[in-house]
């Protein structure tokens, strides 16, 4: 049972352009979502993120949106550069008592051409 | 600040034996996490060890264990290796237990199960 999908494996977009990722999730238990990003041969890296309580949360050229209501994340990355090709992973994370769960999808591969 | 170091990074095994795998935090940092990436599954959370104590527990079966020493640094063992353990393995550290710390993932040990 796979709580937080990609149901995109791929992504090609033209440097410039925006770059939209989505992510959809079913366990409403989920109080915090973040988006990691990662190059070959590397691990990922922290992008961005977003608490439940809200609906958008931005940073430079990133911006997460989440709407509860669909249990759809997506992420914007506007404008989009070369150096964005990667593979983006969403995470979303339950606390459950003292123990909390971060259940990842399985990756969007990112592609800008020049 | 150096980041997060695992080795080795690329390793090859036969059914049945048994592997250790390293990984040493950012100075400072005192929470551990492992995680297994594979095609099918993507990053699937394994454990989180913090002040030498295991915090955090994913639904892998008992084969697979950590601990944490006192300078932080933590080993993975999988013991009577199957051939569906071949994934890349990343751990990542963070100043504290949870997904609400950032966590600075390593560049992963490539296990392959012959």
């Known amino acids: 049972d796979q709580q937080v999908k990609q149901n995109s494996p791929s992504l090609s977009v033209q440097e410039g352009r925006i770059s939209i990722l989505n992510c959809d999730y079913t366990?409403?238990?989920?109080?915090?979502f973040l988006w990691y990003k990662k190059y070959p041969a590397e691990g990922p890296t922290f992008l961005i993120s977003?608490?439940?309580?809200?609906d958008k949360n931005e940073d430079g050229r990133f911006t997460v949106f989440l709407n509860k209501s669909a249990k759809h994340l997506s992420l914007h990355i506007v404008p989009s550069q070369p150096g964005d090709s990667a593979v983006y992973f969403c995470?979303?994370?339950?606390?459950?008592?003292?123990?909390?769960?971060?259940?990842f999808g399985k990756g969007t591969l990112l592609t800008v051409n020049p | 600040k150096a980041g997060v170091t695992q080795t080795p990074r690329y390793l090859i095994k036969t059914r049945g034996q048994q592997v250790t795998l390293s990984c040493s935090p950012i100075?400072?940092?005192?929470?551990v996490s492992w995680y297994q990436q594979t095609p099918g599954q993507g990053l699937q959370f394994l454990f989180e060890?913090?002040?030498?104590?295991?915090?955090n527990k994913g639904n892998f079966p008992g084969r697979f264990s950590g601990r944490q020493f006192s300078n932080s640094r933590s080993e993975m063992n999988v013991s009577t290796l199957e051939l569906g353990d071949s994934a890349l393995y990343l751990c990542?550290?963070?100043?504290?237990?949870?997904?609400?710390?950032?966590?600075?993932f390593g560049p992963g040990t490539r296990l392959t199960v012959l």
């Open positions: 995470a979303a994370n339950e606390v459950a008592g003292s123990n909390y769960k971060l259940t």
């Open positions: 100075s400072g940092h005192r929470s």
């Open positions: 990542a550290s963070s100043t504290g237990v949870g997904a609400y710390n950032e966590q600075f």
């Open positions: 060890y913090f002040s030498e104590t295991q915090r």
């Open positions: 366990n409403s238990m989920f109080d915090y």
């Open positions: 977003i608490s439940s309580i809200k």
